[in-house]
């Protein structure tokens, strides 16, 4: 069936993707619903009080389908008036595209850092430096001067520090249950931390420099995003299943554990009322 996003949903820019823009972002978008079914599955395959990590990755799939539906139907773009190569002309700026980020990109870091020893502060700080990395990201994209590249500079300082606790502090914590994910955890953060230098490099060169066109933009986004989505989150998954979950000492204390089969957890509160 021919694909008549653009009739449709016309550009509202003089720079915009085309229909096989179009076509590669509907596949993208069939690749992550394909990778955030079988989370599904997968999540429904594990005994309660042991979903988090899959339920992280139903989140974060679910988001990045959204995005890539809108974006398949030219939809959830604004024209910005370029700096570079034609300007004067207004190319697409995807905000869609932030919004997504600005979810999945932290969820993404915590899901990692959850198999750590950080502390509670660590993991919040780099959560919030996650999301700044994106909204510098979205900010210099809307910008049409040279003061995009202050966010630009901006943003990429934030991704040090993100790079800083994936890499160099993280590994240093005490993990759980002697270390059994450590080697995992190595390889899945080495992993994310070299997908994550590929992404200024295509703002660079897309929102940031106008030197590539809309469409090869998408499809280098798009690469990255089927890779960090469902590839990396199903690859994580798989290295998490021989791990013992109760190692991790998760525990909310709330009706689900209870109905697994955990014990319920006594307050001091209701001690003194069964003294009484």
Not at 16 to 32: N, Q
Not at 103 to 120: A, E, K, N, Q
Request: net charge negative; proline share 4%; glycine share 8%.
């Amino acid at each position: 069936m021919a694909n008549h996003a653009l009739d449709l949903n016309p550009p509202n820019a003089d720079i915009h993707i085309s229909t096989h823009g179009s076509d590669w972002l509907w596949a993208a978008f069939s690749l992550i619903t394909l990778g955030l079914l079988v989370t599904i599955f997968l999540d429904f395959t594990r005994p309660r009080g042991t979903r988090l990590f899959h339920q992280l990755a139903i989140i974060i799939l679910a988001t990045t389908s959204l995005a890539y539906f809108s974006m398949a139907s030219d939809l959830g773009a604004t024209p910005i008036t370029t700096e570079f190569r034609g300007a004067g002309e207004s190319r697409q700026i995807w905000y869609v595209r932030y919004i997504q980020w600005f979810i999945t990109f932290p969820l993404l870091l915590l899901s990692v850092l959850l198999t750590t020893g950080l502390s509670l502060s660590d993991i919040v700080t780099t959560l919030f430096f996650a999301d700044f990395v994106v909204i510098s990201g979205l900010v210099g994209a809307l910008v049409h001067s040279t003061y995009k590249w202050g966010y630009f500079t901006l943003g990429v300082s934030a991704l040090f520090y993100v790079w800083y606790v994936l890499l160099w502090h993280a590994p240093r914590t005490t993990f759980a249950a002697e270390g059994a994910f450590h080697r995992g955890y190595r390889v899945c953060s080495a992993f994310l931390a070299f997908m994550l230098l590929t992404y200024p490099i295509s703002w660079a060169l897309s929102e940031g420099s106008n030197v590539i066109s809309p469409t090869s933009e998408m499809i280098w986004y798009g690469i990255l995003d089927v890779i960090t989505g469902p590839i990396f989150l199903l690859f994580f998954l798989f290295q998490l299943n021989t791990v013992d979950y109760a190692a991790f000492g998760f525990a909310s204390g709330k009706y689900t554990d209870t109905a697994a089969g955990a014990p319920a957890r006594v307050t001091k509160a209701q001690e003194a009322g069964e003294q009484a």
